[in-house]
C-alpha cells in the first residue's frame, strides 16, 4: 500500500536525514518506529505523508508517485498525519469548526462533512465538546481533537508522531487506546514514539538509526534484541523486570506457558 524505494533525503541545509532506504507497509499494519533523536523518524513520517518528497528514490502511496503534484489532493485523501503538539494544528475556533476544516478543504459536501465531524467525534469521546474551544481543553482531550481532526478526512492510513510525548500518562493511555480501536477497525496505522511500552501489539516494529532501518521485526524479536541498548533504547520495564525475575530463579509464567 505505501512503498519507499531506495528513498534519501537531506534538508537543505544539507543534513542527511534519510539514506537509501527500503520499506514496503502492507494495508492494515500497525507499525511501531522507534529510534534516538535525530535518527529519521519524523522525516519518515513526512515523507511517508506525502508531505516532503524524496530527493532520490521513490514513495509511492497506494500507487502514486508522492513526487508528482497532480497526484497530492488523493494522497492527502489517503493518508493523515498527528503531530506531537496538538495546539499547532488547530484552526477553528470551536471543536466542531477545527474538525470540520479539513473535509472542506478537500471539498466534501456540506452533508458528508456533518457526517465526517460527527463520525470523528464519536471515534474519539469528543462529542461534548463539539462547541468548546479546543484551545480550552485539557492536553489530552487537544490531542483527541487533532486525531478527531485527521480522522473527519477519513484516511485509509494514519500516522502518529510522538502524540502521547507531551501528556500525562493516563492521557497518553486514553489516546493509545482510541488509536489500536482504529487499527481494529482496519486502518493503516504507523506510530513513532520513544515509549516501547506502546508497542507490545504493534504487528512489526521498526528501528531507525542514522537515517536507515537498523532493525525490523515483531514486538517480541525486537524487544528481546540486544543491540535496542547499544542503540541507548529502553526495554520496556516489564521485560526488563522478567530478565532480572530471572536471574534470581523466578519462573516466567507466559515463557512456562510458550515451552512444550
Ligand atoms: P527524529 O524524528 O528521529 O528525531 P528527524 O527526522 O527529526 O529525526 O531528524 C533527522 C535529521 O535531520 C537530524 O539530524 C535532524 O537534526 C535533521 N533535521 C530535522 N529537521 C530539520 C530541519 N528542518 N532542518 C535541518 N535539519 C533537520
Not at 510525548?165 to 487499527?183: A, R, T
Request: aromatic letters at 4%.
Amino acid at each position: 500500500m505505501i512503498r519507499l524505494e531506495k528513498v534519501s533525503y537531506s534538508y537543505p541545509d544539507g543534513t542527511p536525514a534519510l539514506k537509501n532506504l527500503n520499506l514496503v507497509i502492507k494495508k492494515g499494519e500497525f507499525i511501531g518506529v522507534i529510534g534516538k533523536n535525530g535518527s529519521g523518524k519524523s522525516t519518515l513520517a513526512l515523507q511517508l505523508s506525502g508531505l516532503l518528497k524524496p530527493q532520490a528514490g521513490k514513495v509511492m502511496i497506494r500507487g502514486m508517485d508522492t513526487r508528482d503534484p497532480s497526484k497530492l489532493p488523493e494522497i492527502r485523501k489517503f493518508v493523515g498525519i498527528v503531530f506531537q503538539n496538538p495546539e499547532t494544528q488547530f484552526v477553528g475556533r470551536t471543536v466542531e469548526e477545527d474538525l470540520a476544516f479539513g473535509p472542506e478543504n478537500l471539498c466534501f459536501s456540506p452533508m458528508e462533512i456533518r457526517k465526517c465531524v460527527d463520525m470523528a467525534l464519536a471515534e474519539t469521546g469528543l462529542e461534548k465538546y463539539r462547541h468548546r474551544s479546543p484551545k480550552t481543553l485539557s492536553g489530552g482531550q487537544g490531542q483527541c481533537v487533532a486525531l478527531a481532526g485527521v480522522l473527519a478526512m477519513r484516511p485509509e492510513c494514519l500516522i502518529f508522531d510522538e502524540v502521547t510525548s507531551m501528556l500525562d500518562p493516563e492521557s497518553g493511555i486514553s489516546v493509545l487506546e482510541i488509536i489500536k480501536k482504529l487499527h481494529g477497525k482496519g486502518k493503516t496505522i504507523i506510530y513513532i514514539t520513544h515509549n516501547l511500552e506502546e508497542l507490545h501489539d504493534a504487528d512489526r516494529i521498526i528501528v531507525m538509526e542514522k537515517g536507515k532501518i537498523m532493525l525490523e521485526g515483531e514486538p517480541e524479536s525486537i524487544f528481546s534484541d540486544i543491540s535496542l541498548e547499544a542503540l541507548g533504547l529502553d526495554l520496556p520495564s516489564l521485560i526488563e523486570l522478567a530478565e532480572t525475575l530471572k536471574t534470581h530463579g523466578v519462573i516466567i509464567p507466559w515463557e512456562k506457558t510458550a515451552s512444550p
